[in-house]
């Protein structure tokens, strides 16, 4: 890539700098250099404000020195690297780091949902319960303690790109009809919904197979080795399997959440916003968001978690199943677990998301 040059600004137009400018040094307009791709001086972050009140910051890699060229300034391209990425790439990457995260620490809570969820398919009406402790205790002494997080590959194999779906789609859903303003409450359960609805569909195949290594009814060795398998024995379409109960479990809920935590953002006092504690505030609003969200979707989930698991159930007979064995209750079941972990890997997720964003010059 040859040399980058940026005219000097007019007189009316001014650079901000993060740390010292090097001497005689003045930024490009944003006419100028609208749409390239640009770099500049390691270690420099400069933020071009054209007095239109938006600014933009780019994170500037270079190896080589600011050098005046007929009265113009020259970026050399020795060493040089593109540091900015198109925002989708990374919303995307951000998405992943954060799930990444959430998804390791909370694994454990998944699995003892799941659990509590298939053993009552085998038990009796009027059986006595089975509680979230007492699966706990159970898989460490016969799996130890290792076994918590058994499902986790195929959990990574969903989060990592599905959470990146996730928060890419949602950004760019966001950036397309809401550029310059912010959504309303209507508009944040769309967003959430539609965002969640492409991330769940791409992903079902992966989510099949997790619930499914989690259950611990299959004898899984692998995820490729598990969805071959599948392919094999039941068809495609197997892979697919609970997609109703699926999207009626995470539409609401991711749109459910992005309402209730944008509006408890927003009612956040400005000075608790732009402090350096406001990523414990956030958290706080994920966390308040993800129990109720939590709770209106727990019933989708324990069907879906049937569905899945069980080769014969079609939506509309696991509903009648649970609710002929267990009632009302036992579309709850392990609705403590998922809480927690729904809810906390929620806040997590969009808490380290919006830091990250921030970092990389992008409005969440």
């Known amino acids: 890539m040859g040399g980058a040059y940026l005219q000097p600004h007019a007189p009316s137009q001014h650079a901000f700098f993060s740390k010292p400018a090097p001497a005689g040094f003045q930024s490009g307009s944003k006419e100028q250099i609208k749409g390239q791709r640009l770099v500049a001086v390691r270690g420099f972050h400069f933020c071009l404000c054209p007095g239109c009140g938006k600014q933009s910051q780019l994170k500037l890699l270079l190896s080589e020195e600011l050098c005046k060229v007929s009265g113009r300034q020259k970026i050399t391209s ?31 809570l998944d699995l003892v949902k799941t659990r509590l969820q298939t053993s009552q398919s085998g038990m009796q009406p009027g059986s006595s319960r089975v509680g979230m402790t007492s699966v706990l205790l159970g898989v460490v002494r016969t799996e130890r303690l290792l076994g918590l997080w058994k499902g986790v590959s195929p959990s990574f194999i ?92 995470d539409v609401p809920f991711s749109g459910i959440y992005v309402m209730l935590y944008s509006q408890a953002k927003a009612s956040l006092p400005q ?29 989708a989930d324990v069907v879906k978690t049937h569905v899945q698991v069980n080769l014969q159930l079609r939506t509309t007979e696991a509903v009648r199943c649970i609710y002929t064995a267990h009632g009302l209750q036992g579309f709850f079941r392990g609705a403590v677990p998922r809480c927690l972990r729904r809810t906390m890997m929620a806040a997590m997720a969009w808490t380290v998301y919006e830091q990250m964003m921030a970092h990389v010059g992008l409005k969440s």
């Open 78 to 108: 020795s060493g040089m690297e593109l540091s900015l990425a198109h925002p989708t790439v990374k919303a995307f990457m951000c998405g992943s780091f954060s799930g990444t995260c959430s998804t390791l620490l909370f694994q454990p």
């Open 271 to 299: 000075e608790v916003s732009s402090s350096p504690p406001a990523p414990v505030a956030n958290f706080s609003c994920g966390v308040l968001a993800g129990v109720l969200a939590s709770l209106v979707t727990q019933p």
């Open 158 to 249: 969903r989060t990592i790109p599905g959470v990146g779906i996730y928060f890419s789609s949602y950004h760019s859903l966001k950036q397309h009809f809401f550029q310059d303003s912010r959504p309303g409450a209507a508009h944040a359960v769309m967003l959430g919904g539609g965002a969640r609805t492409v991330a769940g569909v791409v992903m079902l195949p992966i989510t099949v197979i997790k619930t499914r290594f989690e259950c611990g009814r299959y004898s899984y060795v692998s995820v490729s080795g598990a969805l071959r398998s599948v392919c094999r024995s039941e068809g495609p379409a197997a892979l697919f399997s609970g997609l109703m109960a699926t999207l009626l479990r």
